[in-house]
């Protein structure tokens, strides 16, 4: 049994979903809007695009006369890109950006670009973590072991009593891990964690590697070619650390916190799950910050990641004003529609989640799973 992937089962959903999605469609046709993000997301690309190629040329251009301002443009060209993650790439792959699927295949190639496959992220993330959101086994994304404890679930190890202390340090590390390690592994195994997917052939690995390709090129060989010094390499791994961490902390507000909830898989029999699809995505999901307009505007709404579990082919512009309707229907279910008012507020409850599983503290975790895992605790 130990090949068998896990699985788990939902039961029908109760009517949440299919209320959400009329009533955004109800929204759509009373603003004569489209879901997808129209002139607003154009200007936007060209904002975050224009930034990362200003910061870039700045970097090439005048990088040698200032390690200061090297710095700085370094960090810039790391901030701009976890932007064009978050705002561009993201709708694209969930074919959010346009009506059109070619338009958004090639923003989607956008994650290729920055560094990571968007062929093995859209069965990462747009299947497995939407579907199985929280679910210990089957959601790759709280899988950090042996480092990092995200589940209660997961095996208690000596080191997590301090994970709240260094897990920032290792988000640092995430970018440089996923994109020459966690893509590389996933494609010769066949599995991203314990699930298989098609690996990619023709086309397909042609762009795979284009994309790891291209990012060398434009990371290192070229600034490599202009400034001919090894402080191209240190340049290149503080702007992966920035990357990493602003990246990770962000993904880590919506799920890794005291209000989300978590549960397991086994392999096996199906694990009959307690709630439908829908109902499991509120309740594994966490909105945050969702006044701070600037903060919305940098993360392409992944504050409002309620929304975008159960709307995720919607761009990200439209989250604020649907995000009243999924709560009221969210009471209305009587499920709760968890909100952190501020960022501050978001990163404490992380830093608090990380800081209670590190101490053998399951938060909201289904005590049915704790058998079912078999948790072993620390020594």
């Known amino acids: 049994m130990s090949g068998t992937p896990p699985r788990v089962r939902f039961p029908r959903d109760d009517g ?24 607003a997301m154009h200007a936007k690309t060209g904002a975050i695009l224009g930034w990362f190629a200003v910061s870039y040329a700045l970097l090439l251009g005048w990088g040698g006369a200032s390690a200061w301002l090297a710095l700085a443009l370094t960090v810039s060209v790391a901030l701009a890109t976890a932007g064009i993650g978050f705002s561009v790439m993201h709708d694209a792959n969930h074919g959010a950006y346009s009506r059109s699927a070619g338009v958004n295949r090639a923003w989607g190639f956008a994650l290729d670009f920055v560094g990571a496959s968007s062929y093995l992220w859209r069965f990462k993330h747009n299947v497995h973590h939407h579907t199985y959101a929280n679910i210990d086994g089957m959601d790759a994304d709280i899988d950090a072991a042996p480092f990092l404890r995200l589940a209660g679930s997961q095996r208690l190890r000596a080191v997590h009593r301090y994970q709240h202390v260094y897990a920032w340090l290792l988000y640092g590390v995430l970018g440089l891990k996923w994109w020459f390690v966690d893509d590389v592994v996933d494609l010769v195994r066949g599995r991203i964690g314990q699930l298989p997917f098609p690996r990619p052939r023709g086309g397909e690995l042609a762009g795979f590697l284009a994309g790891k390709a291209v990012f060398v090129a434009w990371t290192l060989v070229i600034p490599m070619l202009v400034f001919r010094s090894g ?3 240190a340049l290149f791994l503080l702007g992966s650390l920035v990357l990493g961490v602003v990246l990770a ?20 029999e199906p694990r009959r799950m307690p709630t439908g699809w829908a109902e499991h995505q509120v309740r594994a999901t966490v909105d945050f910050a969702p006044a701070n307009r600037l903060l919305g505007w940098y993360v392409g709404g992944l504050n409002f990641q309620v929304e975008h579990h159960l709307l995720p082919d919607v761009c990200h512009v439209h989250y604020p004003a649907l995000a009243g309707i999924v709560a009221a229907t969210c009471r209305e279910h009587g499920v ?10 978001a990163i404490a409850a992380h830093y608090r989640y990380l800081r209670a599983l590190g101490r053998s503290v399951a938060v909201r975790f289904d005590p049915l799973d704790a058998a079912a895992a078999r948790v072993p605790a620390a020594p």
């Open 231 to 233: 402080w191209v390499v």
């Open 249 to 268: 902390t962000v993904f880590q507000l919506a799920h890794a916190v005291p209000d989300a909830e978590f549960h397991a898989a086994a392999p096996g």
């Open 336 to 345: 709760p529609h968890r909100t952190h008012p501020t960022l501050r507020a």
């Open 16 to 39: 949440l979903h299919a209320d959400v999605k009329r009533r955004a469609g109800e929204y759509f046709e009373a603003t004569g809007r489209a879901r997808w993000g129209g002139g």
